[in-house]
């Protein structure tokens, strides 16, 4: 499966932004996915994942209450909600999906990845 994340760009503390995951090559319905993040000389950070269904999603304790996870399996895409933004939250942000049923919290959890699209966020 072929992954691009898009959606990024340079807003101000407070605002929102939503990214998007689009998968291609195959259907999408199957994959756990999830939202890392990284700052340049720093390693992926997890930020939220979500299972094949959509019933279960997994964030990181910095995002809860501002950011959502959520996906729409017929347009094999995922998306990152994220409101009130802060200047913490500047990063690149990336998109994988592995096959299966637990979402993964690390990087080695997940076999495909898209391509970063960056957030930054200015006070």
């Known amino acids: 499966v072929q992954l691009q994340a898009f959606g990024g760009g340079v807003v101000q503390a407070g605002e929102s932004l939503r990214l998007s995951c689009a998968a291609s090559g195959r259907p999408f319905g199957n994959y756990v996915t999830g939202w890392f993040r990284r700052a340049p000389g720093k390693e992926r950070e997890f930020v939220a994942g979500i299972t094949w269904s959509g019933s279960k999603t997994v964030y990181t304790d910095s995002v809860k209450g501002r950011f959502t996870i959520a996906r729409d399996n017929a347009k094999n895409t995922v998306y990152l909600q994220m409101n009130s933004l802060k200047t913490e939250d500047t990063d690149v942000y990336y998109c994988?999906?592995?096959?299966?049923?637990?979402?993964?919290?690390?990087?080695?959890?997940?076999?495909?990845w898209g391509q970063g699209t960056e957030v930054t966020v200015s006070s």
């Open positions: 994988a999906a592995e096959p299966g049923w637990v979402v993964g919290t690390t990087p080695a959890q997940y076999r495909y």
